[in-house]
């Protein structure tokens, strides 16, 4: 495992460029106008807004409108190759742009970007410009040099990059909830995954720029922060290594922030400030995190723990580092310490490598002895370069995959209404985000499990808690009124 870590080919990213030249206004005078459109995890939208705040420096407005853009960038993702499609799709129609306005720049940022390199810009010709996930400082450069005549890209993975000192710009916000990327990069190695070739070798951010990023959003106005890394229970600070000169300063030896002791400083912002985290990996969830969520009433009980299947045999082949014991014995302590009210929602893939029936019934089994709130389910897609591509035999057909991927989804709707049903009769607290979508006559918000509950608006607005009593649900989604 170490030797293919070492392979992925880490380097660090490029210096930035000492003087750059960039075409800030269009020919008209007026500031450029950046369109940006995300695809993926939520990650990958958290990097939009990184992307947004570098260009915004740089002279550059935004648009929400795709027509009035200057640069459009697509920030894309590799995890499942319909994502890629989907992506290919889209340059189709820009490109269809691109004829009635030539002068149009389009870049594809992110995993799809890190993935292919200088392939897309042989296989995409409408793409002048290609950035990976460590590279957006570099973007105004790259941009400069499309702007001289030339195509442009910088795919290097960086070692320490984390983007900790910008601001990200909000883009598409509620002004009421935001995310916080508190690591980036995978050192996992799920056969499966392709995570860790896009976004390279783990890394975690300063404390300290993570608590000023969720005070700045709180004095804003926000009132929720999701902590987001593809494996959060990762997540380790080290002073020692980061920041002799505060050490020194505070007179400690050595001081190391785990997740448990960053997710109690984050809640200390202020207790109006809900704190949610995704995700997390059942191998290295701890006590020490459940017991901090149990402190804080602030930090929300749901966990998303993903699964991916309930056999031990796949398992191991999908390199998980857990069994289906394992799993569930985490699955017992989280509401051993938090009580079965504690949200559970997960993954799981369809049809991995050799994934037998009787396989594909311990995954359903599971699934009946947790019974999770929600799940995200998923075909087996085999990615280029990954451990499974190499090892095993994408062996079960579509149809097959098809299949189990019903009786996982269909078995989920019926976990979702039952866990749902179970709050009929409860008050929660929410924290409302917004106008439902049916009426303005309707708000919506989450309470802790992140369950969506929908009640009349009477005189209340969005950013303001409220009690709800649930009076009856769907298998989506709570209804009630305030109380
Ligand atoms: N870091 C997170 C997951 C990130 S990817 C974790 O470890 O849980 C999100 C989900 O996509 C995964 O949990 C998995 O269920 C799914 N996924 C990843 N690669 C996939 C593939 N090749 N085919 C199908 N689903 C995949
Ligand atoms: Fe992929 Fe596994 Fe890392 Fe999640 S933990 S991003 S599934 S390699
Ligand atoms: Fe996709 Fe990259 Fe996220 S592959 S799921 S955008 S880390």
């Given at each position: ?145 499309v702007d001289e005549g030339g195509k442009a ?136 995190v459940l017991f901090a969520m149990g402190r ?188």
């Amino acid at each position: 495992m170490k030797d293919l870590i070492a392979d992925l080919g880490v380097l660090s990213s490029e210096p930035p460029a000492e003087q750059i030249r960039i075409s800030e206004a269009t020919s008209t005078g007026k500031p450029r106008k950046l369109y940006i459109e995300s695809y993926g995890c939520q990650m990958n939208f958290s990097d939009s807004e990184i992307v947004a705040s570098i260009l915004q420096k740089n002279g550059f407005d935004t648009t929400s409108e795709i027509s009035e853009a200057d640069v459009v960038f697509l920030n894309t993702c590799s995890i499942r190759e319909k994502a890629e499609t989907t992506v290919r799709n889209r340059l189709v129609h820009i490109n269809g742009l691109k004829k009635n306005k030539p002068e149009l720049l389009v870049g594809v940022l992110g995993c799809m970007a890190e993935r292919l390199k200088t392939k897309f810009l042989e296989e995409e010709k409408i793409v002048d410009l290609v950035a990976g996930p460590d590279a957006y400082r570099d973007l105004p450069h790259l941009i400069a040099r499309v702007d001289e005549g030339g195509k442009a890209i910088n795919t290097f993975l960086s070692r320490d990059e984390t983007y900790a000192d910008i601001n990200p710009v909000r883009l598409n916000s509620n002004g009421v909830t935001a995310f916080i990327s508190i690591m980036r990069g995978c050192d996992n190695m799920c056969s499966f995954c392709v995570v860790p070739f896009t976004r390279g070798r783990e890394r975690s951010r300063d404390p300290e720029s993570i608590i000023t990023e969720a005070r700045d959003l709180f004095e804003k106005g926000f009132r929720e922060v999701t902590l987001l890394g593809q494996n959060v229970d990762s997540y380790k600070w080290s002073a020692a290594e980061n920041n002799k000169a505060r050490l020194e300063k505070n007179g400690e030896a050595e001081h190391v922030v785990n997740f448990a002791h960053l997710l109690d400083k984050v809640a200390r912002v202020h207790p109006d400030l809900r704190v949610r985290f995704s995700t997390s990996h059942p191998k290295d969830i701890t006590d020490e995190v459940l017991f901090a969520m149990g402190r804080h009433d602030n930090i929300c009980k749901n966990i998303h723990l993903p699964m991916q299947s309930g056999s031990s045999r796949i398992l191991e082949l999908m390199n998980r580092g857990y069994s289906r014991e394992w799993y569930l014995a985490k699955v017992s302590r989280i509401r051993e310490i938090l009580g079965v009210d504690c949200g559970i929602t997960a993954d799981m893939i369809s049809g991995f490598c050799s994934e037998t029936e009787l396989e594909h019934h311990e995954t359903l089994s599971l699934m009946d002895e947790v019974k999770y709130d929600y799940a995200y389910m998923f075909m087996y897609s085999e990615r280029p370069g990954t451990l499974a591509e190499k090892k095993f035999k994408d062996d079960i057909d579509e149809d097959v995959k098809r299949q189990r991927l019903t009786e996982i989804i269909d078995k989920q709707n019926i976990h979702s209404l039952e866990r749902n049903q179970l709050d009929v009769g409860k008050t929660y607290k929410v924290l409302i985000e917004g106008f439902s979508k049916r009426s303005e006559d309707f708000l919506y918000g989450r309470n802790s499990n992140n369950k969506v509950v929908i009640f009349p608006k009477e005189n209340k607005s969005k950013g303001q808690y409220v009690n709800v009593l649930v009076d009856r649900c769907s298998k989506g989604t709570l209804f009630g009124k305030l109380v």
